[in-house]
């Protein structure tokens, strides 16, 4: 099976007065690197999570917060299509 490599940078938001937070989600190999507001790092089998774990350190409902950002829709999109690509 043939890997598209990703990386995408997004810049989720909660409610406020919770701080921006800077996410980096790349693909290596078979699996999915998340870095969150550039030091919590975490590897897992889907982007999701990779990013889930990657945020889990900021709080639970900071997590849930930054899960429901609207601006993951391009980089969803993005990791959907890379998906649908290497399946083909």
């Known amino acids: ?19 921006a937070v800077e996410i980096r989600l ?21 982007a999701r999570q990779a990013l889930t774990a990657a945020i889990r350190p900021l709080g639970e409902s900071a997590s849930r917060a930054l899960l429901a950002d609207l601006a993951l829709l391009q980089p969803s999109l993005a990791v959907a299509r890379a998906g649908a690509a290497t399946a083909g």
Request: hydrophobic share 50%.
């Open 1 to 19: 099976m043939k890997t598209l490599a990703l990386d995408l940078q997004v810049t989720l938001h909660g409610p406020p007065p919770a701080p």
């Open 26 to 46: 790349r693909r290596v190999g078979e699996r999915w690197v998340a870095q969150a507001a550039g030091v919590h790092v975490a590897v897992g089998a889907t």
